[in-house]
């Protein structure tokens, strides 16, 4: 039984190495792997950095690719469409998606088109499109994909998703760097980082990291106060309202004196 | 100098935030409006989340209000009965308000219902003030013109349960001032304002009181409909930002007493003009806003619907 189990354990293991002859796996690293939002965070940038592995000489088919993603975390959203009815402008259709991340960006060696084959972008969930799940949205809108076009446009516009080809520096198809910008208005949460090799669009080997994502400091005992105590949270809020105002009064007053 | 929201989740510039609050502050002190009616709509434009700008933003009326009605107090310009009977009013419209404003939610059409509320009421009341401070201010210019009685009797006047309001100088019946206070609140829950901007004018040509008074009893009583307000966003929502409150509200206080230094030296006809000729400013920004077409018709809303 064990050794049916062991037998079936090495057949499934890397079906993908199996494709290249010489066995090239990654083995990389990030610059951190923790990112604190403090009371001045204006957006951080990440460094991911790495090399090739392999026991056979570099193959001299194609060239070696690598493609890095960098995920936030995801959650629902709607988004609306605003249409002209008597006059004034209004929101009337509606599309529900059901999993977006709030951030992703994508880095790569060269252009994405020769990195990285359909097939494998299917299966992977790699390019922007792709990590966005939209399951069930043709029933609600006739032109349904607009919606989700807008939604990368603007999250594209915002700098939340970016897509840099051929950033990604790769030297002697061996070692290699990206660099990842992350926007000041972060999410908090696990931010997935995945490291993909390529040889004529297809993964030899793929890696992932986390880079956690927190509130710290005076951030952080806010917004824990503000969702575990609320009402004291109100109270304080309130306060501290009150106490600006009969300060501000106070001081003016002796100051006219 | 970036500064990041904990509650809002972004980063914005601590600065812009600061004269921000110093020009609500200003309009709070000259005018005895909250300031709600601006701060909301330029909180949006900054990307603040609505939710979080619509509660950040009754937390901060709170403190330019204290620190506005503590001036007045020293020209003795608060009618405290007065206030009291309006704040009982507005408590039980603003919970209704509340009420009405999750129910539209479900709908989905809120945001809608707010702009065309701000348009109509800010339109209507603009242009009557602006009519009635106009002829004012041209009456006070001619001395020979006929003055206009300085008490109308209406149908109001003949209401049950009377009471004497010694500052205003009024011995009316409870049940306008209370009504009055009722609708306030229930517009200032649904358009996320202290109400100042309605209270204003229908304490002068709804009740007739004297303008001296108005400025003074108004805010005591935006005082407490927007704490209020601002204690149940913190527990139902979890809105109210902390971070971003205190910027705006240390603008805010500084502005709060320069503008009513200001609202001294002006004349009262004047400074109702200038308050109408803002009314109106802003209800046409917001009526533009739904005629014209949109640089983008696509929006994104997080969460589920």
Not at chain 1, 2 to 29: F, K, M, Y
Not at chain 1, 166 to 191: C, H, M, Q, W
């Amino acid at each position: 039984m064990i050794r049916a189990l062991a037998l079936l354990l090495l057949l499934a293991s890397p079906v993908a190495a199996q494709d290249d002859p010489s066995g090239e796996t990654i083995v990389a690293g990030l610059s951190q792997n923790l990112v604190a939002i403090t009371t001045n965070f204006s957006g951080s940038e990440i460094l991911i950095y790495g090399a090739v592995r392999r026991e056979a000489p570099i193959p001299d088919t194609a060239p070696l690719e690598v493609v890095v993603t960098v995920q936030g975390p995801s959650g629902p959203l709607v988004v609306r469409r605003k249409e002209r009815r008597f006059g004034i402008w209004m929101n009337t259709d509606a599309v529900t998606i059901s999993r977006a991340p709030s951030f992703y960006a994508i880095a790569s060696s060269a252009p994405l088109e020769e990195a990285l084959s359909e097939t494998e972008n299917l299966r992977h969930q790699i390019t922007i499109p792709r990590a966005i799940r939209a399951v069930g949205i043709a029933a609600e809108a006739e032109d349904s994909p607009l919606f989700l076009d807008a939604l990368i446009r603007l999250r594209r516009e915002e700098g939340d998703y970016a897509l840099s080809e051929s950033s990604v520096k790769l030297l002697e198809s061996t070692l290699f760097r990206a660099d990842i910008a992350l926007p000041a208005n972060l999410t908090e949460g696990d931010y997935k980082v995945r490291l993909f090799i390529t040889r004529d669009g297809a993964v030899i080997d793929s890696h992932e990291e986390i880079i956690k994502v927190n509130k710290d400091g005076l951030e952080r005992w806010i917004h824990n106060l503000a969702h575990e105590q609320p009402l004291i949270y109100g109270l304080l809020s309130l306060v501290l309202a009150i106490a600006a105002g009969w300060g501000a009064s106070a001081l003016f007053g002796l100051i006219r004196r | 100098m970036q500064l990041y929201l904990p509650i809002a989740e972004l980063s914005v510039n601590a600065f812009a935030l600061l004269g921000l609050g110093g020009i609500v502050g200003i309009l709070s002190g000259m005018f005895g409006v909250g300031g709600g009616f601006i701060i909301t709509p330029l909180l949006f434009f900054m990307g603040i989340p609505p939710a979080v700008a619509v509660a950040t933003g009754a937390n901060l009326v709170v403190a330019s209000s204290v620190s506005g009605v503590l001036a007045q107090l020293k020209r003795k310009a608060v009618d405290f009965r007065m206030g009291l009977v309006l704040l009982v009013g507005g408590l039980i419209g603003s919970a209704l308000g509340i009420w009405v404003f999750a129910w539209l939610t479900t709908l989905g059409q809120i945001d809608l219902f707010v702009q065309l509320s701000y348009v109509l009421f800010l339109g209507l009341i603009g242009a009557m003030m602006l009519k009635e401070s106009l002829g004012a201010l041209l009456r006070s210019r001619k001395p020979n013109a006929p003055i206009r009685r300085a008490h109308v009797h209406y149908a109001v006047h003949k209401l049950p349960l009377k009471m004497k309001f010694r500052a205003s100088g009024l011995y009316i019946s409870v049940i306008p001032p209370m009504l009055a206070g009722a609708s306030v609140g229930f517009l200032s829950a649904i358009m996320g304002v202290g109400g100042g901007f309605i209270m204003v004018p229908a304490m002068i040509y709804l009740l007739g009181m004297p303008t001296k008074v108005v400025v003074g009893t108004s805010l005591f009583q935006i005082i407490f409909v927007t704490a209020f307000t601002t204690v149940m966003h913190a527990v139902a929502s979890q809105t109210v930002d902390m971070v971003l409150a205190l910027l705006l509200i240390i603008g805010g206080v500084l502005g709060a007493q320069i503008g009513s230094r200001i609202g001294v030296m002006l004349r009262a006809e004047q400074l109702r003009v200038l308050l109408a000729l803002m009314v109106l400013a802003v209800c046409l920004r917001i009526a533009l806003g739904l005629l014209l077409t949109p640089s983008e018709v696509y929006s994104i809303a997080l969460g589920a619907p």
